[in-house]
């Protein structure tokens, strides 16, 4: 019979987890303790929430045409940029030294330790740089005096120190500056010092953003922590800090502005007073009539000619602020410190590509300075960020030279033409014309004074209406504290779950391993071996001759059941010839032949029990008989028939021995004396039982099945292995053993299993429950 494909039964799965039903009570209990631990030592958790708005790039535009020179301040930003603003280092960094929470405060309970915030029940005030990041451990003996060490468990051993007195602690110095008049003797403190960068870092990690609305740009700012205050005030911090670092980045370009305009001014300013203390000086030495010929008679004649000097001399102005320009922003590239310049729209002319390069450039300092601060600067990525901001600086160096020198052609053609209209109008007087050459001059440089002072004008108007790029919707405080856990509800039932499915899995494990004979359904998957009868188990037995000693016990009756099916399988016949055998030694074997011989005798049949294990003779010792001669000493020719038969102490049951071990067991059972003593066994006897070696270890007992009517193959319940059976099934199948049964030993009441679970047979006496079992397997355990 092939083996049946692989499932799990419940009714097999069942009497394993009332088995090991120990395991789910320990697994169960401890899931409970657990939880319970759980939900008691563990510090609560909260979330605090706010809300920000921030501007868009859309929402933004449009107010820099509200008022002139908002330009300067006017930045179009993507929501998705300031996230990562705020969540950068520095302005993390900046939030942590605004905090000022360098030394953290705790008090250490029986139970929990907890964070002392706001309020401290003592102060630390540093009193030197400082240089360690250890744990400090308090005890107050009183308000006024403590003792402090590094190591908790040493407390008591340190001197005591009074609060105000200068501490020197390895490279640390420091002072408790007061302690509050409640200050508890019982419990520990401790204290520890915290870099800002460590904060900073904790920040960046810790940190919740979300976007409210896919469609708006109100964040969501989150953290969670167990100190709701500490939380409170460190969004309300990262909130105020953001805001007013949008308004210096912005502030910044528009003050850029400022000072290269007053450095023009400065330069302008000199020439304009140059100018006119040379016109007034004109006027006095030449107060004649013709110098105050009006205008309309200056230019009647070369109307033309004048205004074309006057337009080139516009021009000329104009090509002269945008050189200065390109001059400015070239040696402020050349500075280390160079952080924002304002864009050539300001100074009345456009470079879209200069724009472009310095708004690059921009990015590229703000990602340099955000690595720098979290990064050392020898790493990879710093060193690369520099060589961009570098490579982007000596960009916009080269293009603005080259844009300078362009500027530069265009005035010197400009002077060129300039000088050319100048010549036509010689004609005029010499003293009207240098009246007007420098009344043009000085009209010029106010001009140019006069646009100068708009457009610082406009800056400060820039600046002083910069509006932060965010607002506070709502800031972090106790109505937006939100309680996380422990919840104790969760706790229990995901402690119970895994208390109860990691037992069942181990369970359900040994069970899958199992690789013995436990259940009927076992028998019926392997094999087709029909089963005759079940024997139940009992722990304590002295000998194995059990049967005679009490026909009426429930073991006799499963052993009366046993008989009569093997008398069905014999068809009936009044003299009969049985073959015990098993897989290997413990299964019961010997203990089967000896029982099932009894109870033969018992019937009132004359009954030979043969012990043919020649390797391992014992069986004598049963019956308190001797074992010097015996079956090996008839095959050999040594004795006779009636010189091995030995008389037991059952009635009607006689004995034959193994008798001494042959070297060659298998050879002696081939011998023809074995035919012929079976032949004058069977002329005395109606019952032989033959007790043969394991069926899976020699091949003696396919010896000895020429001998019987029927074999008995012996399956110990719990121990024999389901290989061992299969193998036996597949000399059943091939017809190597004709007629086969099988008898289940050793069936322990217990796990939901007895000797009535392998059906009908064995199931007959006085329901006691009775069986036997491993107990009767102590002698006989190298069967």
Same mark, same amino acid.
């Given at each position: 019979?092939?083996?049946?494909?692989?499932?799990?039964?419940?009714?097999?799965?069942?009497?394993?987890?009332?088995?090991?039903?120990?395991?789910?009570?320990?697994?169960?209990?401890?899931?409970?303790?657990?939880?319970?631990?759980?939900?008691? =030592?563990?510090?609560?958790?909260?979330?605090?929430?706010?809300?920000?708005?921030?501007?868009?790039?859309?929402?933004?535009?449009?107010?820099?045409?509200?008022?002139?020179?908002?330009?300067?301040?006017?930045?179009?930003?993507?929501?998705?940029?300031?996230?990562?603003?705020?969540?950068?280092?520095?302005?993390?960094?900046?939030?942590?030294?605004?905090?000022?929470?360098?030394?953290?405060?705790?008090?250490?309970?029986?139970?929990?330790?907890?964070?002392?915030?706001?309020?401290?029940?003592?102060?630390?005030?540093?009193?030197? !740089?400082?240089? +360690?990041?250890?744990?400090?451990?308090?005890?107050?003996?009183?308000?006024?005096?403590?003792?402090?060490?590094?190591?908790?468990?040493?407390?008591?051993?340190?001197?005591?120190?009074?609060?105000?007195?200068?501490?020197?602690?390895?490279?640390?110095?420091?002072?408790? *500056?007061?302690?509050?008049? *409640?200050?508890?003797?019982?419990?520990?403190?401790?204290?520890?010092?915290?870099?800002?960068?460590?904060?900073?870092?904790?920040?960046?990690?810790?940190?919740?953003?979300?976007?409210?609305?896919?469609?708006?740009?109100?964040?969501?700012?989150?953290?969670?922590?167990?100190?709701?205050?500490?939380?409170?005030?460190?969004?309300?911090?990262?909130?105020?800090?953001?805001?007013?670092?949008?308004?210096?980045? @912005?502030?910044?370009?528009?003050?850029?502005?400022?000072?290269?305009?007053?450095?023009?001014?400065?330069?302008?300013?000199? +020439?304009?007073?140059?100018?006119?203390?040379?016109?007034?000086?004109?006027?006095?030495?030449?107060?004649?009539?013709?110098?105050?010929?009006?205008?309309?008679?200056?230019?009647?004649?070369?109307?033309?000619?004048?205004?074309?000097?006057?337009?080139?001399?516009?021009?000329?102005?104009?090509?002269?602020?945008?050189?200065?320009?390109?001059?400015?922003?070239?040696?402020?590239?050349?500075?280390?410190?160079?952080?924002?310049?304002?864009?050539?729209?300001?100074?009345?002319?456009?470079?879209?590509?200069?724009?472009?390069?310095? &708004?690059?450039?921009?990015?590229?300092?703000?990602?340099?300075?955000?690595?720098?601060?979290?990064?050392?600067?020898?790493?990879?990525?710093?060193?690369?960020?520099?060589?961009?901001?570098?490579?982007?600086?000596?960009?916009?160096?080269?293009?603005?030279?080259?844009?300078?020198?362009?500027?530069?052609?265009?005035?010197?053609?400009?002077?060129?033409?300039?000088?050319?209209?100048?010549?036509?109008?010689?004609?005029?007087?010499?003293?009207?014309?240098?009246?007007?050459?420098?009344?043009?001059?000085?009209?010029?440089?106010?001009?140019?004074?006069?646009?100068?002072?708009? !457009?610082?004008?406009? *800056?400060?108007?820039?600046?002083?209406?910069?509006?932060?790029?965010?607002?506070?919707?709502?800031?972090?405080?106790?109505?937006?504290?939100?309680?996380?856990?422990?919840?104790?509800?969760?706790?229990?039932?995901?402690?119970?779950?895994?208390?109860?499915?990691?037992?069942?899995?181990?369970?359900?494990?040994?069970?899958?391993?199992?690789?013995?004979?436990?259940?009927?359904?076992?028998?019926?998957?392997?094999?087709?071996?029909?089963?005759?009868?079940?024997?139940?188990?009992?722990?304590?037995?002295?000998?194995?001759?059990?049967?005679?000693?009490?026909?009426?016990?429930?073991?006799? &009756?499963? =052993?009366?059941?046993?008989?009569?099916?093997?008398?069905?399988?014999?068809?009936?016949?009044?003299?009969?010839?049985?073959?015990?055998?098993?897989?290997?030694?413990?299964?019961?074997?010997?203990?089967?032949?000896?029982?099932?011989?009894?109870?033969?005798?018992?019937?009132?049949?004359?009954?030979?029990?043969?012990?043919?294990?020649?390797?391992?003779?014992?069986?004598?010792?049963?019956?308190?008989?001797?074992?010097?001669?015996?079956?090996?000493?008839?095959?050999?020719?040594?004795?006779?028939? +009636?010189?091995?038969?030995?008389?037991?102490?059952?009635?009607?049951?006689?004995?034959?021995?193994?008798?001494?071990?042959?070297?060659?067991?298998?050879?002696?059972?081939?011998?023809?004396?074995?035919?012929?003593?079976?032949?004058?066994?069977?002329?005395?006897?109606?019952?032989?039982?033959?007790?043969?070696?394991?069926?899976?270890?020699?091949?003696?007992?396919?010896?000895?099945?020429?001998?019987?009517?029927?074999?008995?193959?012996?399956?110990?319940? @719990?121990?024999?292995?389901?290989?061992?059976?299969?193998?036996?099934?597949?000399?059943?199948?091939?017809?190597?053993?004709?007629?086969?049964?099988?008898?289940?030993?050793?069936?322990?009441?217990?796990?939901?299993?007895?000797?009535?679970?392998?059906?009908?047979?064995?199931?007959?006496?006085?329901?006691?429950?009775?069986?036997?079992?491993?107990?009767?397997?102590?002698?006989?355990?190298?069967?």
């Amino acid at each position: 019979m092939s083996q049946k494909p692989f499932q799990i039964d419940s009714k097999e799965l069942i009497p394993y987890l009332i088995r090991y039903w120990y395991l789910i009570v320990i697994g169960l209990s401890i899931g409970i303790t657990y939880a319970y631990f759980q939900v008691r =030592y563990t510090p609560s958790t909260y979330r605090v929430d706010s809300r920000m708005l921030v501007k868009d790039e859309y929402s933004s535009w449009g107010q820099e045409y509200f008022l002139p020179g908002m330009e300067l301040v006017s930045s179009r930003n993507r929501l998705v940029n300031e996230i990562g603003i705020i969540r950068s280092f520095p302005l993390m960094l900046r939030v942590a030294n605004s905090l000022d929470w360098n030394i953290s405060y705790h008090k250490i309970g029986d139970i929990k330790t907890t964070e002392m915030y706001p309020d401290r029940d003592f102060i630390v005030e540093p009193l030197d !740089k400082w240089q +360690s990041q250890a744990t400090y451990y308090l005890q107050f003996e009183d308000r006024h005096t403590f003792r402090i060490s590094r190591d908790k468990d040493s407390l008591g051993q340190r001197p005591l120190q009074k609060v105000g007195d200068r501490i020197i602690y390895g490279a640390d110095t420091f002072k408790l *500056a007061k302690s509050i008049s *409640a200050i508890s003797i019982n419990d520990k403190y401790s204290f520890k010092f915290n870099r800002s960068d460590i904060w900073a870092r904790y920040f960046q990690s810790s940190l919740g953003i979300s976007v409210e609305n896919q469609e708006s740009s109100i964040l969501q700012l989150s953290h969670n922590g167990q100190s709701p205050a500490k939380s409170i005030d460190f969004l309300n911090a990262l909130m105020n800090n953001y805001i007013d670092w949008g308004v210096e980045q @912005n502030n910044q370009i528009a003050q850029n502005t400022i000072d290269f305009v007053d450095k023009q001014l400065r330069v302008i300013a000199d +020439s304009l007073i140059i100018t006119e203390f040379r016109l007034e000086k004109f006027q006095k030495n030449n107060f004649k009539e013709r110098i105050y010929v009006g205008d309309e008679e200056l230019i009647s004649g070369k109307a033309s000619n004048l205004e074309e000097v006057i337009r080139l001399e516009e021009e000329l102005t104009k090509r002269g602020v945008q050189k200065e320009y390109y001059s400015a922003l070239m040696k402020t590239l050349k500075e280390k410190d160079f952080t924002a310049f304002p864009s050539a729209a300001v100074f009345g002319f456009v470079d879209p590509n200069i724009d472009m390069m310095i &708004e690059n450039l921009m990015v590229a300092l703000k990602d340099k300075n955000e690595a720098s601060s979290s990064l050392k600067s020898e790493s990879s990525y710093s060193q690369r960020l520099g060589e961009e901001v570098n490579e982007r600086k000596e960009a916009l160096y080269k293009t603005a030279d080259a844009n300078r020198e362009k500027v530069k052609e265009l005035i010197d053609s400009l002077r060129n033409r300039l000088k050319f209209e100048e010549e036509k109008v010689l004609q005029i007087p010499q003293e009207q014309r240098q009246y007007f050459n420098l009344k043009r001059e000085n009209k010029l440089l106010s001009d140019l004074y006069t646009f100068l002072l708009n !457009k610082r004008s406009e *800056a400060s108007i820039a600046k002083a209406s910069n509006l932060p790029k965010a607002q506070v919707l709502d800031f972090a405080d106790a109505y937006r504290v939100h309680y996380l856990g422990p919840k104790k509800s969760n706790i229990y039932v995901l402690s119970i779950f895994l208390g109860l499915f990691i037992p069942s899995a181990i369970i359900l494990f040994l069970y899958l391993l199992n690789n013995k004979i436990v259940n009927p359904s076992d028998l019926e998957k392997i094999t087709s071996i029909p089963l005759i009868g079940s024997v139940g188990f009992k722990k304590k037995i002295d000998n194995n001759l059990v049967v005679s000693t009490n026909l009426k016990s429930v073991l006799a &009756e499963s =052993y009366r059941s046993i008989r009569t099916n093997l008398n069905f399988m014999t068809e009936g016949n009044d003299k009969v010839k049985i073959l015990v055998t098993s897989s290997i030694s413990g299964e019961g074997k010997t203990f089967t032949s000896i029982n099932l011989a009894a109870i033969y005798a018992a019937s009132g049949k004359r009954t030979i029990l043969i012990g043919a294990d020649l390797r391992k003779p014992k069986i004598f010792n049963d019956f308190g008989l001797s074992n010097e001669f015996g079956l090996t000493n008839f095959l050999i020719g040594t004795e006779e028939l +009636s010189k091995i038969i030995q008389h037991t102490s059952v009635e009607g049951l006689d004995l034959i021995s193994a008798g001494p071990i042959p070297p060659n067991p298998a050879e002696l059972l081939e011998n023809e004396r074995l035919d012929e003593l079976m032949q004058k066994l069977e002329k005395l006897y109606d019952a032989i039982i033959i007790d043969s070696p394991p069926l899976g270890l020699v091949t003696d007992a396919l010896l000895l099945k020429k001998h019987a009517d029927v074999a008995v193959y012996i399956v110990r319940h @719990n121990y024999t292995k389901k290989q061992h059976l299969q193998n036996v099934s597949k000399l059943y199948e091939d017809k190597v053993i004709n007629k086969l049964a099988i008898v289940v030993n050793a069936v322990e009441n217990k796990r939901g299993i007895s000797a009535y679970s392998y059906g009908n047979y064995g199931a007959y006496g006085y329901g006691y429950g009775y069986g036997y079992g491993y107990g009767y397997y102590t002698e006989d355990s190298n069967d």
